[in-house]
């Protein structure tokens, strides 16, 4: 009996995983263009890391982490978000100390125990950023920037920036009372999850999917009107500049963030493309979780981007490498001689294919043609007495003779 993969684990295969490959390329690129560096951190970390930082009340924590008591009895968790896991490397390391100014990105997998459907699994892949020590509004403005130039690097401009603001522990706890008693007339609407969530974490009934729900929060307040001068005159100055660098936005009272950590201002990327699973970055600023963290009192913004739906949006563009050259040989001489001419290309920086086989030059072409060369090489007898062979372009359609050497071949299809 054949072993099958775990539910919600996917296999990603050559021809997708080159797509994946770009995605990544592009986030390293354009984010060590504002001044990012790489961290990397484990899978595996203490459960009582995001207990604290995400929150007890959350379904992430009540439901969804993969949690379990190792040899050692300790409590661990595969994570299932990368900026708990970020910050606890930043205290541990101490690397305020170097500066308390970081900007770090990463990438990588993350777990969640939920129901496997388009676009979200059981094991799934982020790009994050990060940034500490900086509490001005020039940094939410930039941070969003970087966000919405990634995408159009990558030539997407469907999805949307959606904005708000949580407010701060000064405000937010006003509003709380304020949607509560809202809340309190139409608690039997609320679905089971949102009931349950009442005391302890009401503003998640504003992003609900349950049609109840979603009833139940027409006319609730919101958050905007219940900030204070400090979170409005923040939440203004990130809206001046984004307008400033032409970075367009929409406001979304009704976005909150399923993390306790958020504050202050909150940000989606959405899309209509991908049916319920709309959101494909989203993030905000966590003024107070490095601290909570039991590190030093420092202000940070990021951002998670969902790189499985980053992918489906890029479904339609093909990223499969083609070689530079396919070489058919005809007879033993020919063969070996190939296999000498395709190390040496290799060596010099060319992708190289040859038939292992010894099969007839038909079925050889009909393997170049597979993979698509861009150009072919033809070597048999006469060509290994003159010295020179055939090289035709297969997508100009010229053909021309060519030195048998490596220097001269690569002159010619790296141009």
């Not at 009340?57 to 299932?80: C, H, L, Q, W």
């Not at 496997?116 to 940094?139: C, D, L, M």
């Not at 030059?361 to 033809?378: E, G």
Request: hydrophobic share 40%.
């Amino acid at each position: 009996m054949a072993i099958n993969g775990i539910k919600g684990f996917n296999d990603i295969l050559p021809g997708d995983v080159e797509k994946w490959q770009h995605i990544e390329a592009t986030a390293r690129r354009v984010f060590e263009l504002y001044g990012f560096s790489e961290i990397r951190t484990p899978i595996l970390e203490k459960t009582e890391l995001f207990c604290r930082s995400i929150g007890d009340a959350t379904d992430i924590v009540e439901k969804e982490m993969y949690s379990f008591v190792d040899k050692g009895e300790n409590k661990v968790t595969m994570r299932p978000e990368g900026t708990a896991a970020v910050m606890r490397a930043f205290i541990e390391h101490k690397m305020q100390a170097l500066d308390p100014v970081a900007r770090l990105y990463y990438m990588g997998p993350m777990f969640r125990y939920e129901r496997p459907q388009k676009g979200r699994y059981r094991q799934f892949h982020q790009i994050g950023a990060e940034v500490t020590g900086v509490s001005a509004p020039t940094v939410d403005a930039q941070v969003l920037t970087m966000l919405t130039h990634f995408f159009a690097e990558l030539g997407l401009d469907e999805p949307s920036l959606q904005i708000n603001s949580l407010g701060c522990p000064k405000c937010r706890p006003v509003y709380r009372e304020a949607l509560k008693s809202f809340l309190l007339s139409k608690i039997e609407l609320l679905c089971e999850d949102c009931n349950r969530r009442y005391e302890t974490n009401p503003l998640r009934a504003l992003d609900c999917k349950s049609p109840g729900c979603q009833e139940a929060t027409k006319g609730a307040p919101a958050m905007l009107e219940y900030l204070c001068p400090e979170c409005a005159e923040h939440f203004e100055a990130t809206k001046k500049y984004l307008e400033l660098v032409g970075t367009t936005y929409q406001i979304n009272e009704r976005m909150v963030r399923g993390l306790d950590y958020y504050t202050r201002t909150t940000f989606e990327l959405v899309t209509g493309l991908l049916g319920s699973q709309s959101a494909v970055a989203a993030g905000g600023r966590y003024d107070g979780l490095i601290s909570d963290l039991g590190g030093p009192a420092l202000p940070g913004i990021g951002f998670a981007i969902g790189v499985e739906r980053v992918a489906l949006l890029l479904a339609e563009k093909d990223f499969s490498r083609r070689p530079d050259l396919f070489i058919a040989a005809l007879g033993d001489e020919a063969h070996a001689e190939a296999f000498k001419i395709m190390s040496a290309l290799q060596r010099l920086g060319a992708a190289v294919e040859i038939d292992y086989e010894g099969k007839s030059l038909k079925s050889q072409m009909r393997r170049a043609d597979k993979f698509k060369s861009r150009f072919t090489l033809i070597i048999g007898g006469d060509e290994l007495a003159r010295g020179t062979a055939p090289l035709k372009d297969m997508d100009g359609g010229t053909q021309s003779d060519v030195a048998l050497n490596a220097d001269a071949i690569v002159k010619v299809i790296k141009g």
